[in-house]
């Protein structure tokens, strides 16, 4: 047990720890968030009615307020520093469509200042972390460098240059993007053009916003140039191939996107207040940040770029400003413990990586840099402080994965380390060493599993059962349903929420038509949400006990590729995806060979399926093929968005199939359409 200072994680009253450990991209989004989740409002509307906070939740939370220190007002002064101008209230951005792209009204119960004044079902330290993600406009950082914030998960930031403007991270969609320049900056700034956009990195965040601001016109004709770090189309795109659907579905989950919204509900996305809906869009750059030391000039203004591949995102880069001594940290130092894994899914990140390059950041301009601005969150002003800032971050990262493996080449398992490592005082009363977004817990977990996988050595956990048969096993072992839900009701009154969870779910998995053990499942996942820290747990626990009171609210599903995406989209991921949707049972004992031919792009392949598994080699072609398709990849590019199909692009002559047509419907009768809307909660 720890020294009792600080709540345990959400659920447990006996332990504590010096930081709790509780939530998730990237903020790497997948394209969730398109037009299809505007229609949220109407499926809030039916979900069930929220208990309050029971006695075992207003202590742990009481014990967060007694251990942070509410009087700092440091992040008020500075998230209020600069203010310029903002939209008029109440702030509604509208889209393409008839809804909102962003509505700050719905978050107008969040309100304060510094001062602990949290509801009863929210955690202090988020509810502090939620007020500061409500200021909002465009706010001067320094004399020719401005930021907006307040109206996405992100923070767009913009460049003075000698022509025009310099922008950095332009939002997640193209309907916030083009009214904020229309109506915010260009009235406070001037009508300047765009010279330069920037991607910091590879998430949908910072770049789907983008042809709200230039279009594809001025980037082919040289007038506007996109800058990237290398390896960004591929890292921005795959992200969303091959497991986009099911990271779609979790993202829904992560970012509460169907949760009300009021102190029972959602409250904050954790990085930002949460994320705009609309149309995300994508023009892939035309210069590239390749290596640590390069010195870029934007018009006018010169860069010196810091790489950080595989930190915060595959492909991210930081710079400095030498003639604004200022450091933009993109993703890798901002006002929380961020993700080492995100629970929407994604690669496991470094944390030894990551506190290199912070390690990097300092070396290389520490000296000098007097503001720090990142891509979400506010800046830091002040060497002293920006320092300071950097320095916590750095150990931060260090200390969670040098302690992990100390534990792990110690012969501790992964969620005996997450039990036990806890972040020293010295790291855990700074706000921005919260856990806001990533949590200790989750965090060192994902350490473990990039060093050493997902099996902790024990061998009863190297083949262990589905939850369904292991849970009607459980519930057999434990006495019967009635017998489990009758012991989990007094682990639940000694607020035992994190026990009572684990056991009920055996109840509900071995009999999802068990109503009061999804009851109880859900009042256990309520209570955890409401002692979270973390806006992702949070919003996963009360998401999940919300499905488990009503069900799933269907709304359209979104689509996890935009048309942006698929059209930058590689053709060998393309069939790489045609491979994870191939159905290995119906393609059982089955073959076939195609040729592929894209009349514009110039390109062949022989795509073929044998032993369940697709192949194919490209720059060629095969003469024992079944048949040879050809067509252009602008119309493949509309096969895959679903505008048309391939039946119809033959009978107007606009795709060519020579050879056995049939056997191409007989693969495609192989592929699977994923369901978006998988249970979670529920087998």
């Given at each position: ?202 998430h949908v965040d910072h770049y789907g916003g983008v042809r709200g601001l230039v279009s594809e016109e001025d980037v082919s004709a040289g007038k506007v140039k996109i800058v990237a770090p290398a390896g960004f189309t591929e890292a921005a795109v795959g992200e969303n191939i091959i497991a986009g659907n099911a990271m779609g579905r979790r993202a829904s989950y992560m970012y509460g996107s169907l949760l009300t919204r009021n102190p029972t509900g959602g409250v904050d996305g954790g990085l930002g207040k949460t994320t705009s809906v609309g149309t995300i869009t994508l023009i892939t750059p035309t ?397």
């Amino acid at each position: 047990m720890s020294d009792p200072k600080e709540p345990a994680e959400p659920g447990t009253r006996r332990a504590f720890l010096k930081n709790v450990a509780v939530t998730g991209a990237a903020t790497g989004l997948s394209g969730v968030m398109g037009e299809a989740l505007a229609q949220t409002a109407a499926a809030r509307a039916t979900s069930a009615t929220n208990k309050p906070a029971t006695p075992a939740t207003l202590d742990i939370n009481r014990q967060y307020a007694e251990f942070l220190s509410f009087a700092d007002a440091q992040d008020f002064e500075d998230a209020s520093r600069g203010l310029v101008a903002t939209l008029p209230e109440p702030v509604i951005i509208k889209g393409k469509g008839n809804f909102p792209a962003w509505d700050l009204r719905q978050f107008a119960f969040v309100k304060g200042g510094p001062e602990n004044n949290a509801p009863p079902t929210v955690n202090p330290s988020l509810w502090r972390n939620a007020k500061l993600n409500m200021h909002h406009g465009l706010f001067q950082v320094v004399d020719g460098i401005w930021q907006v914030r307040g109206y996405d998960l992100s923070v767009m930031s913009i460049i003075r240059g000698n022509q025009g403007y310099i922008v950095i991270d332009p939002f997640v969609t193209e309907d916030v993007a083009t009214v904020v320049w229309k109506e915010l900056v260009i009235p406070h700034l001037g009508d300047k053009p765009i010279t330069h956009v920037i991607y910091t990195h590879s998430h949908v965040d910072h770049y789907g916003g983008v042809r709200g601001l230039v279009s594809e016109e001025d980037v082919s004709a040289g007038k506007v140039k996109i800058v990237a770090p290398a390896g960004f189309t591929e890292a921005a795109v795959g992200e969303n191939i091959i497991a986009g659907n099911a990271m779609g579905r979790r993202a829904s989950y992560m970012y509460g996107s169907l949760l009300t919204r009021n102190p029972t509900g959602g409250v904050d996305g954790g990085l930002g207040k949460t994320t705009s809906v609309g149309t995300i869009t994508l023009i892939t750059p035309t210069m590239f940040a390749e290596k640590t030391g390069q010195t870029m000039t934007l018009d006018g203004v010169e860069l010196t770029v810091l790489m950080a591949p595989e930190s915060e995102a595959p492909s991210e880069f930081m710079f400095y400003l030498p003639k604004f001594k200022a450091f933009c940290a993109a993703e890798d130092a901002t006002h929380t413990l961020h993700n080492l894994y995100t629970l929407r899914g994604a690669k496991v990140r470094d944390a030894l990586l990551w506190s290199k390059y912070l390690q990097a950041s300092i070396d290389m301009f520490g000296d000098d840099a007097q503001v720090l601005f990142a891509s979400h969150y506010w800046p830091t002003w002040g060497n002293d402080r920006i320092l300071s800032f950097l320095g916590a971050q750095r150990d931060m990262y260090r200390y969670l994965h040098d302690q992990t493996m100390r534990l792990a080449n110690s012969g501790l398992t992964p969620l005996e380390i997450g039990e036990k490592i806890r972040l020293p005082d010295s790291l855990a009363k700074r706000w921005y060493c919260r856990s806001y977004y990533g949590t200790v817990y989750h965090d060192v977990v994902a350490q473990y599993n990039l060093r050493l996988g997902f099996f902790d050595g024990v061998p009863a956990n190297l083949h262990r059962l589905p939850p369904v048969e292991s849970g009607k096993r459980y519930v057999e072992f434990m006495g019967g349903a009635a017998a489990v839900l009758s012991k989990a009701q007094a682990y639940y009154d000694q607020g035992e929420y994190r026990w009572v969870a684990e056991v009920v779910n055996h109840v509900v998995f071995s009999n999802p038509q068990n109503t009061a053990a999804k009851q109880m499942l859900a009042d256990a996942y309520e209570q955890l949400g409401y002692q979270s820290e973390s806006a992702s747990w949070r919003n996963f626990y009360l998401t999940g006990a919300q499905e488990l009171r009503v069900g799933i609210k269907k709304v359209p599903a979104p689509a996890p590729q935009s048309p942006d995406t698929i059209r930058a989209m590689p053709l060998d991921m393309f069939l790489d995806f045609l491979g994870i949707r191939l159905n290995g049972d119906r393609a059982a004992g089955k073959s076939i060979l195609l040729n592929l031919t894209l009349t514009d792009t110039k390109e062949n392949y022989v795509v073929g399926v044998e032993n369940s598994a697709i192949h194919y080699s490209k720059g060629k072609t095969s003469n024992s093929a079944n048949a040879s398709i050809t067509m252009t990849r602008a119309n493949l590019n509309n096969v895959m968005l679903g505008s048309t199909t391939m039946q119809k692009l033959v009978m107007s002559g606009d795709a060519k199939i020579d050879g056995d047509s049939q056997k191409l419907g007989e693969f495609i009768s192989w592929l699977d359409n994923f369901e978006f809307y998988f249970n979670i909660v529920t087998p």
